[in-house]
């Protein structure tokens, strides 16, 4: 915010090219562009991922999970059950963190 006010007042103040600006303020040109087009800087947007691994065992992990909905709350699956049960049985060769994250997104899907 701070930097793209002063690139902004050089630029008003001194006349200087967005090179110029570029090389005072030892950024790129385009944040010089984006300074002088606009007073705040653009939202930086996550990259959606997509995990290929994962799609082929997604119905396994419905199905454990759909079968803890009835099961007592200390005998659910947690993430790292279901990725024991992923490596074990299946051989799946996938991260956690994957497992994971779908596990997370889950329990609010349905």
């Known amino acids: 915010m701070e930097l793209f006010a002063s690139i902004r007042r050089d630029a008003r103040v001194h006349g200087l090219s967005i090179r110029a600006l570029a090389r005072r303020h030892r950024v790129a040109r385009r944040t010089v562009?984006?300074?002088l087009a606009a007073a705040e800087p653009p939202e930086r947007k996550p990259p959606k991922r997509r995990a290929p691994k994962l799609g082929q065992l997604k119905s396994v992990i419905d199905q454990m999970?759909?079968?803890d909905l009835d099961?007592?709350?200390k005998q659910?699956?947690?993430a790292q059950r279901v990725f024991d049960r992923l490596v074990y049985?299946?051989?799946?060769v996938i991260s956690y963190?994957?497992?994971r994250q779908y596990v997370n997104g889950w329990t609010w899907t349905v």
């Open 33 to 35: 562009r984006q300074a």
């Open 65 to 67: 999970l759909l079968s």
């Open 71 to 73: 099961a007592p709350r």
């Open 76 to 78: 659910r699956h947690t």
């Open 89 to 92: 049985e299946h051989r799946a």
């Open 97 to 99: 963190s994957t497992v």
